[in-house]
């Protein structure tokens, strides 16, 4: 199961930390988002041994991060820009490390149910 929260409405240049309260161990962990009009497309991943990804859209604002202890996921999005905007989830696939077709939200087989982010000019 994973839950979402922390989305929220911010002007462009603020920050949101979103979280994903995650049950899980061993698997390839994302965050995904969806902007109107556009297809999900994963914005970072993190593998169980913690190397991780990013789309060049938001490498060097947002940083993903996870406690295994708390069992959740994080985003943290700084320098947040209007096109931020969108559907945030959570998503998750049973294995070791994340394949190299990692931004591809068909990659993933477990979803929750997003968080909103919407960024104003």
């Known amino acids: 199961q994973l839950v979402e929260s922390g989305g929220g409405a911010v002007q462009a240049g603020g920050s949101l930390r979103l979280s994903c309260v995650a049950s899980?161990?061993?698997?390839?962990m994302a965050w995904v988002r969806q902007s109107p009009g556009k297809e999900r497309e994963g914005v970072g991943s993190?593998?169980?041994?913690?190397?991780?990804r990013y789309s060049d859209s938001v490498k060097g604002r947002f940083t993903i991060s996870k406690d295994n202890a708390e069992h959740t996921l994080y985003l943290q999005m700084d320098s947040l820009k209007s096109d931020d905007t969108g559907m945030y989830y959570c998503?998750?696939?049973?294995?070791?490390?994340?394949?190299?077709?990692?931004?591809?939200?068909?990659?993933?087989?477990?979803w929750g149910k997003g968080t909103q982010v919407s960024v104003s000019a």
């Open positions: 998503a998750a696939r049973y294995s070791f490390g994340c394949p190299g077709d990692w931004d591809s939200s068909v990659t993933y087989t477990w």
């Open positions: 899980y161990s061993d698997y390839c």
């Open positions: 993190i593998a169980t041994d913690g190397s991780r």
